[in-house]
């Protein structure tokens, strides 16, 4: 499943409990829509963590990364590319020379 | 020589707004998102509201119900109500279509001010009433939607600051609060107690016109509300903040506004000293951490002392019915890590047993409050008034049970013990199990339900509800946990729901939530 589904079927079932995927627009603040409180944005950054397995730092808990589906969508493909450039060097190397 | 106290007494709430706005017109007030208000805009825009107000038929003692979110347009609406001779009543945002519903309904609100997101609650909330109040709205308004929007209502009132016809003793506002016994109560405070409460908490936490108070606590909660009234009465800037659910960005505006008051509730500081064990965490600039609501952990006292080095850490107490109860001085904090101090300024605590006689140190005893800020009881609630409002050593004089267990040391500094009813702090809020448990029952296929508060990390206490269902019921953890989301405000829903067969019954046939505390400690 697509990363955006994934967070879509999150926030309808844990925050808004609903089916109905019309409940929500991509670009909804959380915050402002009343969805979550401050303990809910915990929750997400959990759930972030055990479901792509990146760890969501302190600094990054930040309303541009987490507060709407499109913002969460986009910090998860940063953190996944920030991930790839981790790779151990000859792991990369070795994908370059295949590529 | 002439008397030297030219000056006005204040008398209403309202009058340190218009004191600071003459004093400091152009110092910034309020700071919210990218908004940065002046005391003398927020002066104006108060006046414009409470002229807006009166022509759409407010009169004095009427109710201004306040459902937004924490925004300057807010506090306009608390002072804008104020100066109209009405109360407000604040409702927390998250407050969902029933309550909603129910706190329109008993406070009897003339006008209802909403945050245009919020509207979705609004609509199905006003379909029950009878008579419904006049809806203005912050932001845009949709078509179709029988309402006025803010900006329009502003537009067209004056600007000359109304008459005053309200004295000291009239209500100022009504704050709704959870307890043991079903509904809420709306707990009446009027302009004397309130500014009472007020001029008490600004003596002893010092606060000034230099001080930047951050809020990241509703200002429906009256502990979120009075950061919004210290700042005004001493003409501080205040930084509101929806909440802290973003920390990151809480974090960067304390450094970037150089916050010097950060006050929150034990969530708050567990979600910071968390934060803080991943990448440490320091706020030179604050000089006061304050805590109330619930009873902050000793273990806590010396970690916040670490990400506040500067700044001195009030351990407090205290309860909508009066505001604030106590302190411990912050000089105390390392030998009495556990105490929440003493009486606050111009007021005393009693510790009486059973037979309403004073307890000797160390022995637990019910806390009695005594002082102007009490409140004057719940509106229209005359018995549940009395069991909170019993008759004081001077004639006539009413003092609050607050039906809490303490102990108090030799010095009289006062330590929680317990309550005496069966609320849950979670958050810092207070949750009334009859009220959640009244919305479990009324899901069909639910037989029997009690709800309990287990110990949390974060949370202090977490909503746990004990179910067992009618036969052939199709219900499971999550269809109960949305039906009661859709209901009950966030910190009100069962965190964690068990299903059983059939719950265990006392002697008296009542469910032994006692056996069932202990099955889930195991």
């Known amino acids: 499943m697509e990363p955006r589904q994934i967070i879509r079927n999150y926030i309808l079932e844990n925050f808004l409990f609903v089916d109905d995927p019309s409940a929500i627009a991509d670009d909804d603040s959380f915050l402002e829509k009343g969805i979550i409180d401050s303990v809910g944005a915990l929750e997400i950054t959990v759930f972030l963590e055990q479901c792509f397995g990146f760890s969501v730092k302190e600094e990054e808990m930040l309303p541009s990364n987490l507060d709407s589906v499109n913002n969460l969508v986009a910090f998860i493909a940063k953190k996944q590319k920030g991930a790839e450039r981790a790779l151990p060097i000859s792991t990369t190397t070795a994908a370059l020379v295949a590529g | 020589m002439p008397y030297p106290s030219a000056q006005r007494p204040l008398r209403l709430l309202q009058d340190s707004l218009q004191r600071t706005a003459q004093t400091f017109p152009d110092k910034i007030a309020i700071i919210s998102g990218v908004d940065r208000i ?27 119900a306040i459902y937004l979110d924490n925004t300057w347009q807010c506090a306009v609406s608390v002072f804008g109500s104020l100066l109209a001779d009405a109360a407000f009543v604040l409702i927390n945002p998250q407050t969902k279509s029933d309550k909603l519903a129910y706190i329109l309904s008993d406070s009897a609100a003339r006008v209802l001010i909403a945050e ?59 704050i709704y609060t959870s307890g043991s016994t079903g509904d809420p109560k709306g707990v009446m405070h009027t302009h004397q107690s309130m500014r009472f ?26 502990y979120g509300l009075y950061q919004l009234l210290m700042a005004v009465h001493t003409g501080a800037a205040l930084v509101i903040e929806r909440s802290f659910a973003y920390s990151a960005q809480i974090f960067n505006l304390l450094e970037s506004e150089k916050i010097t008051v950060f006050p929150g509730v034990p969530t708050v500081y567990a979600m910071l000293l968390a934060g803080d064990e991943k990448s440490p965490l320091r706020f030179p600039h604050v000089r006061k951490v304050t805590n109330t609501a619930a009873a902050l952990p000793a273990s806590f006292n010396q970690r916040l002392q670490k990400i506040f080095p500067n700044a001195a850490l009030y351990r407090m107490y205290g309860l909508t019915e009066c505001k604030r109860v106590c302190y411990l001085d912050p000089t105390l904090i390392d030998q009495k890590p556990e105490s929440v101090g003493k009486a606050i300024p111009g007021t005393e605590t009693l510790l009486l047993n059973d037979q309403g006689l004073p307890v000797a140190p160390g022995e637990p005893g019910k806390l009695y409050v005594r002082g102007p800020h009490v409140m004057l009881g719940y509106w229209q609630q ?34 929680f013990v317990g309550r005496s009813d069966n609320i849950i702090k979670s958050r810092g809020e207070k949750v009334s199990p009859t009220e959640v448990e009244a919305v479990l029952y009324s899901l069909p296929g639910v037989r029997e339900a009690t709800v309990l508060g287990v ?40 965190s964690h729901i068990l299903l059983m067969p059939d719950l265990p019954k006392s002697a008296n046939g009542k469910i032994d939530n006692k056996a069932l505390a202990a099955m889930l400690a195991n």
């Open chain 2, 455 to 494: 110990p949390d990390a974060i949370l202090g206490q977490a909503i746990q509800a004990i179910i067992s269902l009618t036969e052939g019921a199709d219900l499971d953890e999550t269809k109960i946990r949305k039906f009661c989301a859709q209901r009950l405000e966030n910190h009100m829903v069962p």
């Open chain 2, 38 to 64: 002046s005391y003398g805009q927020l002066w104006q825009r108060s006046v414009q509201m409470a002229n807006a107000l009166k022509s759409r038929g407010v009169r004095r003692g009427d109710r201004v």
């Open chain 2, 197 to 222: 409460a007020l001029e008490s908490l600004v003596e002893y936490l010092e606060i000034t016109y230099q001080d930047r108070i951050i809020c990241v606590l509703p200002l429906s909660f009256d």
């Open chain 2, 116 to 174: 245009s997101a919020l509207l979705r609650c609004v609509q199905p909330a006003l379909a029950q009433l009878e008579s419904t109040p006049y809806l203005l709205v912050a932001g845009p308004v949709p078509a179709g939607t029988q309402a006025e929007s803010l900006k329009t209502a502003w537009a067209s009132a004056s600007d000359t600051p109304p008459q005053p016809a309200n004295i000291a003793l009239d209500l100022a506002s009504l």
């Open chain 2, 382 to 415: 005359p018995d549940k008034t009395d069991h909170m409002l019993h008759p004081g050593p001077t004639l006539g004089e009413k003092m609050l049970c607050t039906q809490d267990y303490f102990t108090a040391d030799e010095d009289g500094c006062l330590y």
